[in-house]
């Protein structure tokens, strides 16, 4: 079955960086969109980046555009958020998921994903 594992979140201050991996297996990692979504306390989802199977393009919301990138190592079935210029406000539990394709949006629903990993941006 499909899983997805996030690693890499942790806490950083105001200003500072942090790295998002998502392990994924059981399914064709190269055949799908994957994407990162968050859910900070009280709040419902937020979508925050999609990137494509067959070209690579890279989404974004605009609350994160600019200061995070999307990547995706097909051969290693594995996905990346490289998070810089981090803001309080981006504190939540960040989940990765996939769906066929983003169709070029951030938004739209995912068929699975896995359990997240806490981001937390404080002094």
């Known amino acids: 079955q499909v899983q997805l594992v996030e690693s890499g979140g942790g806490l950083v201050q105001p200003g500072g960086s942090l790295k998002l991996s998502c392990d994924a297996s059981g399914f064709t990692f190269d055949n799908y969109a994957i994407g990162w979504f968050r859910q900070a306390p009280g709040k419902g989802r937020e979508g925050v980046s999609c990137i494509s199977a067959a070209d690579g393009s890279a989404y974004y919301a605009d609350s994160v555009k600019g200061r995070f990138t999307i990547s995706r190592d097909n051969p290693k079935n594995t996905a990346y958020l490289q998070m810089n210029s981090l803001k309080p406000e981006d504190t939540a539990v960040y989940y990765c998921?996939?769906?066929?394709?983003?169709?070029?949006?951030?938004?739209?629903?995912?068929?699975?994903w896995g359990q997240g990993t806490q981001v937390t941006v404080s002094s």
């Open positions: 998921a996939t769906r066929n394709s983003c169709y070029g949006r951030v938004d739209l629903p995912y068929d699975s």
